[in-house]
């Protein structure tokens, strides 16, 4: 090892004898900046990460190296110095490796120069060190498969321009075989095969985060198998061709032989063992999470998994395709043999293709591909089927793709969240198929239904409800083989072993009046108890046997992670208005998109207020732009927080909608909504507009005069009112914005929390504008860009955050304690409405509010997609996150974090990009020159390193 570090040491010391060092690593930082900051339009693309650094680094590489290796052996060779160091009693190995490490440090360093790239976007976001740390060590890697290929070229010829080009060719042959420009011409088999042996995939597999055995074997025995050739290389030059080295010289090249074959076998061995990796990303976005894996734990049957992925798809597509089989292979294994996962290619099985199409309605789908010369079509399969007991679910590309243009115009084509997609699929199929025998039979505890009634007090009306009761739960419990328990308790009586009083503060029970006006109290109240936790059961309807089933039955699913949610959706009805000709004309406020997002994770039920009451099985009640409403479907908002419910209201003081006479969007006032009922509650939405500089652009027809005539053009202008609000306006480590981007909340209005209503409840403000925000409370919503340039709108009053979103947690009291509902003229109330009415909820009562109601309507997410694509995606994932959050189901909301988080770069005006690219050029710079300067005076300082070479064990050659 002493003497490979001599000329390891002799080897970095001539590079530095001449600015040829210098020149190789300076026009290596100057291609990576440039290619970082101009290339890849670092800045314009908004996101916390090193991609750009890493994505050319595969082909920059490939020069360097081969300038750095082109002199090692070649130049030895030309000017005769090879012979005398063959001649020196020191192993081939020791001469080859002692070169190797020397171009080695010189990559180091050229890597080392662009750390400051990483440090100045970890400044301007929130940069993820572990990809950074996978760039850098595959980086690192290719270069010593690179170096190794290039130091046994270079000691094939005497000519440095030769090894130079031979360098190239090989390297690029080896990053060109794994590339898409390659692959895209192949099928699936064909393309799987060249991705495992490309040295550019392998690259991309570190660089994203994973640290994968098979990827650092084939690095390993690439750069060992060419640095073993360069080793026979420099021995063959000291072969003579006669008889008697024959045999030496056939054992050379089979041992070598050997080798390789053998490294090869190795890659081959490996290669299907997928689960040898480390995940470094901060959030382990490449790892199946451990809420996926206990979902998988709990399954009871068998759960097939069956991708249907032709071999001929698109080549966009293609790449795509051994992630899925990955991903699948991982679920393989963490079910522990309870889940069956197939890839199957349907153009080769027509019985599963048949099966396909007319059992789960699986197609082709048509993709265009556009060649140089013309353009055609495929039909291809990218699908994946999830099926548990008679329970099915189909994933298609679309609900697993993602597509996103590039600066250059092509589109980046990546999976959302694949872990995410698949488990909430699962999910869906496992939850669906489920009973509640099942639910029992899998509790560690049995569940306790206690009845707390007093009979002697109960109106006449509610006599029989305690036996119907009895009976119900009675036949739960013997069917239930001890999981069920059912017990009944007068609360009033002496020898009651719980007190009134112990019931209010246990789970905040008081007792109904008989009569709205009587001061007469009974109990009727059911406490279902699963562990530790414990709910108040609330059955709906006239107390039948059905009413009282489902509610107990609604209580140990909620107590249960084995049954999907229900979420109630209320938004306003759809009634068609006149428009300037009289003729009738559907409104534009629809709310379709956000109603087909949660059904992808929640049964959602549109629901009915105008009875006064929701259904007891409905676990979040989700009300979208109130207007319109009456004192009942208020009341049955109340009554429904009171029993412990979620209740999400997105509930602006503005519609919007389309003037009739004008044709233009316009904005009508609110006031019949359910303001007031917030506001007692403690949160009190403003009668005003939030208008912020930092907004989403909105595209606004111009007409400008060209050669006197008016021209209309589509322009994307600063729009105040859609506010955009990022990461940093955004509540800390909460789970509802913990793994959302962005959000564009539109036509917010303020607001205002009472601090004294909300002293003993928990409140988390999730989101607020800009520092820069204004309030408005003129409704013209249309922008006079001539008068007002910059934003179209005036800016009024005193600027400053406002608060758009809240969330919050705790005991309320009821908006209707001691008072009677006021019917609507015409509408039938009924008269028991008000009997047994709650006036204070449990501490488990959550609410969120967000003040906007059109932040999900489909005109804007329409407007959004036109400029911004993918945008709008995110309020539809704070509103997925706030219904996870509401009803406590926690599991698809961390794999959402892990997988779906984008960290967005800090705006930043054009005169601070300048700043921060210029500021990287001279550190680079400054950093090459003060290592050349070092080197020159640490050269001067010292004299000519010897090699030492030992001759005897008491006798040593200084120098050569």
């Known amino acids: 090892m002493k003497q490979t570090l001599a000329i390891t040491r002799k080897e970095v010391a001539s590079y530095f004898s001449s600015p040829m060092a210098l020149i190789f690593v300076g026009a290596f930082l100057a291609a990576t900046l440039f290619s970082f900051f101009w290339l890849d339009t670092f800045f314009a693309r908004g996101i916390a990460d090193v991609r750009p650094l890493f994505r050319s680094m595969p082909v920059l590489l490939i020069f360097l190296v081969a300038a750095l290796t082109m002199r090692q052996w070649s130049e030895e060779e030309q000017s005769g110095a090879l012979e005398i160091l063959l001649t020196l009693p020191v192993s081939g190995w020791q001469l080859v490796l002692g070169k190797f490490l020397a171009v080695m440090v010189l990559v180091a360093v050229s890597l080392a120069l662009t750390l400051f790239l990483p440090i100045t976007v970890s400044i301007l976001g929130n940069l993820d060190w572990g990809p950074v740390f996978g760039g850098y060590l595959a980086a690192l890697l290719l270069a010593a498969a690179y170096a190794a290929i290039g130091l046994f070229l270079s000691s094939r010829t005497n000519n440095p321009l030769v090894a130079l080009i031979l360098t190239a060719l090989v390297g690029g042959v080896f990053y060109v075989v794994g590339s898409s420009a390659l692959v895209d011409f192949f099928g699936t088999r064909v393309a799987t095969i060249l991705r495992a042996l490309g040295a550019g995939s392998r690259f991309e597999s570190i660089e994203r985060g994973v640290i994968d055995l098979r990827d650092l074997t084939y690095y390993g025995s690439l750069t060992a198998f060419f640095l073993l050739l360069n080793v026979v290389s420099l021995d063959s030059k000291r072969w003579s061709l006669g008889d008697n080295t024959r045999r030496y010289r056939g054992t050379m090249l089979i041992t070598a032989g050997l080798v390789g074959v053998n490294l090869l076998l190795l890659n081959v061995w490996l290669y299907p063992l997928n689960g040898l990796r480390v995940d470094v990303t901060e959030n382990r976005e490449y790892s199946l999470s451990q809420p996926t894996k206990d979902i998988l734990a709990s399954l009871n049957e068998p759960l097939l998994i069956r991708a249907y992925i032709s071999e001929k798809t698109h080549p966009l597509l293609a790449p795509l395709a051994p992630t899925v089989a990955d991903m699948l292979r991982e679920y393989e294994i963490a079910s522990h043999g309870k889940v069956k996962v197939e890839v199957v290619d349907p153009a080769k099985n027509p019985e599963l293709e048949a099966e396909a199409n007319q059992t789960y309605g699986i197609r082709p789908t048509p993709f265009r591909q556009a060649g140089r010369y013309e353009t055609s079509v495929i039909n291809s399969y990218f699908d994946i089927l999830v099926r548990y007991g008679d329970q099915s679910t189909v994933l298609n590309f679309q609900d697993l793709i993602e597509v996103v243009p590039r600066h250059d115009g092509a589109p980046d084509v990546h999976f959302r969240n694949l872990e995410y997609d698949l488990t909430k699929a699962v999910k869906k199929v496992v939850y669906g198929f489920q009973s509640i025998d099942a639910v029992l039979a899998a509790l560690d505890q049995p569940a306790q239904l206690t009845l707390f009634v007093t009979p002697d007090s109960l109106p006449p009306e509610l006599k029989d409800a305690p036996q119907t009761i009895r009976q119900v739960a009675n036949e739960i419990a013997s069917q239930s083989d001890g999981k069920f328990i059912f017990q009944e308790i007068d609360p009033t009586a002496a020898n009651s072993p719980i007190s009134p009083q112990q019931l209010?503060?246990?789970?905040?029970?008081?007792?109904?009046?008989?009569s709205l006006f009587s001061s007469d109290t009974y109990y009727l109240h059911m406490v279902l108890q699963v562990g530790n936790t414990a709910q108040v059961v609330y059955p709906g309807g006239e107390l039948s046997e059905a009413d009282v089933k489902s509610a107990i039955e609604s209580g140990l699913k909620r107590s249960s992670s084995g049954f999907l949610k229900v979420v109630g959706v209320w938004s306003p009805p759809q009634t068609p208005t006149p428009d300037m000709f009289g003729n009738m004309q559907q409104p534009i406020n629809t709310y379709r998109i956000v109603r087909q997002a949660l059904q992808d994770e929640y049964e959602v039920r549109d629901v009915d207020l105008s009875s006064g009451r929701v259904s007891a099985d409905v676990d979040v009640l989700l009300v979208i732009s109130p207007k319109g409403m009456t004192d009942v479907e208020r009341y049955a908002i109340d009554q429904y927080l009171m029993r412990g419910g979620a209740v999400i209201v997105a509930a602006g003081n503005y519609n919007l909608r389309l003037d009739p006479f004008s044709g233009t969007l316009a904005l009508d006032t609110i006031d019949d909504g359910v303001q007031d009922l917030l506001k007692h509650y403690g949160v009190t939405v403003e009668q005003s507009l939030v208008m912020d500089p930092q907004n989403e652009p909105f595209p606004l027809p111009i007409t400008r005069i060209v050669n006197g005539l008016p021209v209309q053009e589509i322009r994307a202008l600063d729009y105040p009112f859609f506010v955009d609000v990022r990461s940093d306006a955004m509540a800390d480590n909460n789970p509802?914005?913990?793994?959302?981007?962005?959000?564009?909340?539109?036509?917010?209005?303020?607001?205002?929390?009472?601090?004294d209503a909300n002293a003993e409840r928990q409140?988390?403000?999730?989101?607020?504008?800009?520092?820069?925000?204004?309030?408005?409370?003129?409704?013209?919503?249309?922008?006079?860009?001539?008068?007002?340039?910059?934003?179209?709108?005036?800016?009024?009053?005193?600027?400053?955050?406002?608060?758009?979103?809240?969330?919050?947690?705790?005991?309320?009291?009821?908006?209707f304690k001691d008072k009677e509902i006021t019917p609507a003229e015409g509408q039938n109330v009924d008269a028991n409405l008000q009997v047994g009415q709650l006036d204070r909820s449990p501490d488990t009562a959550r609410l969120i509010v967000v003040g906007s109601g059109?932040?999900?309507?489909?005109?804007?997410?329409?407007?959004?997609?036109?400029?911004?694509?993918d945008r709008y995606r995110n309020n539809l994932l704070f509103i997925q996150n706030a219904v996870d959050w509401s009803v406590e189901d926690l599991d698809l909301l961390g794999i959402r974090a892990?997988?779906?988080?984008?960290?967005?770069?800090?705006?930043?005006?054009?005169?601070?990009?300048?700043?921060?690219?210029?500021?990287?050029?001279?550190?680079?710079?400054?950093?090459?020159?003060?290592?050349?300067?070092?080197?020159?005076?640490?050269?001067?300082?010292?004299?000519?390193?010897?090699?030492?070479?030992?001759?005897?064990?008491?006798?040593?050659?200084?120098?050569?």
Do not use: C, K, M
């Open 504 to 514: 209010y503060d246990s789970y905040r029970i008081q007792p109904y009046a008989v």
């Open 736 to 755: 509802i914005v913990s793994n959302v981007p962005a959000i564009t909340v539109a036509f917010a209005s303020p607001l205002r929390v009472d601090e």
């Open 763 to 815: 409140v988390t403000e999730l989101l607020h504008s800009s520092d820069g925000s204004w309030l408005r409370t003129d409704t013209d919503i249309n922008p006079n860009l001539e008068q007002y340039p910059r934003f179209g709108f005036p800016v009024e009053g005193e600027t400053g955050p406002q608060t758009l979103a809240v969330a919050i947690q705790g005991s309320f009291e009821s908006y």
């Open 854 to 869: 059109e932040f999900l309507d489909d005109i804007v997410f329409n407007i959004s997609s036109n400029l911004q694509h």
């Open 898 to 960: 892990r997988g779906a988080q984008t960290r967005v770069l800090q705006p930043l005006q054009e005169s601070d990009q300048s700043f921060w690219e210029i500021l990287n050029y001279i550190v680079a710079l400054v950093a090459l020159g003060a290592i050349g300067l070092i080197w020159n005076i640490r050269r001067r300082a010292e004299t000519p390193l010897p090699i030492p070479v030992p001759v005897s064990e008491s006798q040593e050659v200084d120098h050569v």
